[in-house]
């Protein structure tokens, strides 16, 4: 079965500042991994997905994540914070379908 | 290229009533899933239909149905409502459905009084 654990259910950082959220997932097949941004009232929008090849995956919006086989990781990063980055973060993994199972989401704030 | 569109946008329905949510997915998508996401959770898979059949479904109650129509639209209906059913409902499209990009409307906010 597959799961999704991110750590921090907040993260508040300076604009500015670097962004790290964290993801943690359990699959017993080789997983498809995502991370999807919700802004307040709205839908998900995809972020970046690591599926085969290069573990160092670049997004939209400056963000990145590396898929980290051994610590079963899936980190997102952004160098530099931007006041409009403030938004519900969710990381998801796939399995051999395109089910989605979510985390519980990081609440990303960022203070000027 | 409209992307995957929901209606209604809020709706508001009494305990133990019935409610149809609607989905149309994006251009050249024949694949449909339904996620429920309570107040401050992730979002949970519900059912997901291609080729107008239910392929897999979730820990969800019969309660729930769906239907997909030739046009690949899809219909989401709860029956029976309960207070906790009250949730984002979203709705994500993907072409095939085997571990391709889903993309998803803006949901259905639905609340039971």
């Known amino acids: 079965a597959q799961s999704v654990t991110q750590l921090g259910s907040h993260v508040s950082v300076s604009e500015g500042a670097l962004v790290l959220l964290r993801c943690n997932y359990s699959?017993?097949?080789?997983?498809?991994l995502f991370w999807y941004v919700q802004y307040p009232n709205q839908g998900l929008q995809l972020l970046l997905k690591y599926t085969t090849g290069a573990t160092l995956v670049k997004g939209i919006n400056g963000f990145e994540a590396e898929f980290k086989k051994s610590e079963t990781s899936f980190h997102l990063t952004k160098p530099s914070a931007h006041m409009s980055d403030a938004a519900e973060y969710f990381c998801a993994v796939s399995d051999n379908t395109d089910k989605l199972i979510f985390g519980t989401g990081t609440r990303l704030q960022v203070f000027p | 290229d409209a992307g995957v569109t929901q209606s209604p946008t809020h709706l508001i329905k009494t305990r133990g009533q019935q409610v149809t949510l609607r989905c149309s997915p994006k251009?050249?998508?024949?694949?449909v899933s339904w996620y429920q996401q309570a107040l401050g959770q992730g979002p949970q898979f519900i059912f997901q239909y291609y080729e107008e059949e239910e392929r897999q479904r979730g820990n969800f109650p019969d309660r729930f149905s769906g239907h997909q129509f030739p046009n690949y639209s899809s219909e989401l209906n709860v029956n029976a409502l309960l207070l906790g059913d009250s949730a984002l409902y979203l709705c994500?499209?993907?072409?095939?459905?085997?571990?391709?990009?889903?993309?998803f409307g803006q949901g259905t906010r639905l609340t039971v009084v």
């Open positions: 699959s017993s097949v080789p997983p498809y």
């Open positions: 994500a499209s993907s072409l095939g459905g085997l571990r391709t990009e889903a993309f």
């Open positions: 251009s050249g998508h024949d694949t």
